[in-house]
């Protein structure tokens, strides 16, 4: 006779008691908090809530600024009325502080550092800040290890882009740059490949930027008429046959993937970009070593405000990226001496084109 198995009896994990809620508040900006983004307010307002449900309550409209709903990057000002809802605040959250190794790796990244400003050379991989899947980013890491200090970003790169990456070290600061920023004062280069061979000469490209879609939490940016103007320069420095062009670019307006975009709208869209890139290019740039988008902040540049005073910073190609042209350059060389071993004469270039390449 077979006696059957009875399965032991699953035992619930016993539930955790949920914490208190805070109360509903209305809170008006002073001037010493203006200028922040209401994800960052938010986020040092309710200290012990998780960054995914801070951007929920964005989301769902349940944050108000001055009655009305706004999104992640308003930038709060001065004499804003805040509805701060009442959010669960949970015994149990994300872990209190980024791992000593990646706060260490931040540290070591700093290129640039004065009593007012911060300036990193952001490897490539990580965040600017927490979320998106990644519990802690630069800035975390940056707060971690300066508790005393107000820090705040001056600006954002990619998870994806290395370089040059400015935080303010007090609210002050953080104003003035971001005044500086509006007003077209900073200037900031970036490296970066773009599929094919470039003929458009140095191009002004004017193609306002909105957010089409939410795509895994990620922004999806398009060219819109009802976007926000966008301005990108892009200046070829070193041609790679048809494969690739390495171009210089400059960013008067600073919008979310606006290089990405503005690559993809002329026509050359950024290599290793898995969202507006070239698939096919991608994967035969991966063959040669290109495992993210090819694009580096290079340098930063402005006059400081008040009193004048020129600063620049500068980030080298980091190696990744170095290797790549280096595995590349001889694609371009052997291109070369095919088409010029065919017994006819390699067609004459002319003196603009000898300067390009």
């Not at 790796?105 to 050379?121: F, G, R, T, Y």
């Not at 606006?258 to 698939?279: E, N």
């Not at 065919?342 to 300067?355: D, E, F, H, L, V």
Request: overall charge positive; aromatic content about 4%.
């Amino acid at each position: 006779m077979t006696i059957p198995t009875i399965p032991a009896p699953t035992i619930p994990a016993p539930e955790r008691a949920p914490g208190p809620k805070s109360p509903l508040t209305l809170h008006t900006i002073t001037a010493d908090e203006a200028g922040q983004r209401i994800d960052n307010f938010l986020m040092r307002h309710f200290k012990s809530v998780p960054r995914s449900r801070v951007y929920r309550l964005l989301r769902k409209g349940e944050v108000r600024v001055n009655r009305r709903r706004i999104e992640a990057e308003y930038r709060i000002q001065e004499g804003d009325e805040i509805r701060l809802p009442p959010v669960r605040i949970d015994a149990v959250g994300e872990p209190s502080r980024p791992s000593s190794s990646l706060t260490d790796l931040v540290e070591s990244s700093i290129i640039h550092k004065d009593k007012h400003l911060l300036v990193i050379n952001k490897p490539p991989g990580i965040a600017v800040h927490g979320g998106s899947g990644m519990s802690f980013g630069v800035i975390e890491c940056l707060r971690a290890s300066r508790p005393r200090e107000t820090l705040e970003l001056v600006h954002r790169l990619d998870r994806d882009t290395s370089g040059c990456l400015m935080v303010a070290r007090d609210r002050a600061t953080l104003r003035a740059l971001h005044a500086l920023i509006r007003d077209g004062g900073m200037h900031k280069t970036y490296l970066a490949l773009v599929a094919g061979s470039w003929q458009l000469g140095t191009k002004h490209i004017d193609a306002p930027l909105a957010t089409h879609t939410r795509q895994h939490g990620e922004r999806h940016v398009r060219v819109a008429a009802a976007g926000k103007d966008s301005v990108s320069i892009f200046k070829p420095v070193q041609f790679i046959g048809s494969l690739a062009t390495l171009m210089e670019v400059d960013i008067p307006t600073g919008r979310t993937h606006q290089i990405r975009v503005h690559a993809g709208f002329a026509g050359h869209p950024l290599l290793g970009d898995d969202k507006y890139g070239d698939r096919a290019r991608n994967a035969e740039l991966k063959h040669h070593g290109l495992k993210r988008t090819f694009l580096h902040a290079q340098s930063i540049a402005f006059d400081w405000p008040g009193t004048g005073v020129p600063f620049h910073v500068s980030a080298p190609l980091p190696d990744d990226l170095t290797a790549v042209l280096d595995a590349i350059t001889p694609m371009k060389r052997k291109t070369e001496k095919r088409a010029g071993s065919s017994g006819r004469p390699a067609p004459r270039r002319s003196s603009a084109a000898k300067r390009r390449e």
